[in-house]
């Protein structure tokens, strides 16, 4: 038991080491009309345009008590209308598409839209199939791209705090 408390106490917090990724991204940035908006807190809708549930359990990980997006002032919320950030997961499928255009329609300004994932971002293996009608971008626009299959939580914790203005 001494061992085990003795490893916790030495290991450290893993946001002690976020500074030195660089996650896989292409981002434009948070405007600063979007940082005094949120004022460090962001509240993120998530939507599953049909993926195949692996950024969704990376996402989950985000969220967790290791990686604690909830330090950064991000929580999850259930409803469009009270979120700054639209994070949407896998290619847009036929059927999800009102919906994804609905909650980004009812988000207030400003908002941005982060498509997470390599399906999300140009449909990945999906690309060529019938039953979506392509990447996120191709039906709302797309403010940051996270590439990754699925991207790690890390990269989700990474992007979070550079939305936030947290260094």
Same mark, same amino acid.
Request: net charge positive.
């Given at each position: ?22 996650? =896989? ?7 600063? *009309? ?8 962001? /509240? &993120? !809708? ?33 409803? =469009? ?7 949407? *997961? ?8 009102? /919906? &994804? !255009? ?15 994932g390599d399906c999300a971002a140009g449909c990945g293996i999906h690309v060529s199939n019938y039953a979506t009608v392509g990447r996120v ?13 699925p991207p790690t939580p890390l990269v989700l914790v990474e992007a979070m705090r ?6």
């Open positions: 038991m001494r061992r085990l408390i003795k490893r916790i106490l030495t290991t450290g917090l893993p946001a002690a080491r976020l500074s030195a990724i660089s996650p =896989p991204q292409e981002e434009t940035g948070a405007p600063a *009309t979007f940082r005094s908006a949120v004022g460090g807190a962001i /509240a &993120v !809708r998530h939507v599953d345009a049909g993926s195949c549930n692996a950024c969704e359990l990376e996402i989950l990980a985000a969220d967790n008590i290791y990686y604690n997006l909830a330090r950064l002032g991000v929580h999850f919320v259930a409803s =469009p209308r009270h979120a700054d950030v639209l994070l949407v *997961t896998g290619p847009v499928s036929r059927h999800m598409v009102t /919906a &994804v !255009r609905d909650a980004y329609d009812a988000m207030p300004a400003p908002k941005l839209v982060l498509a997470f971008a191709d039906v709302i626009p797309v403010d940051i791209v996270l590439s990754g299959c550079r939305l936030a203005g947290k260094k």
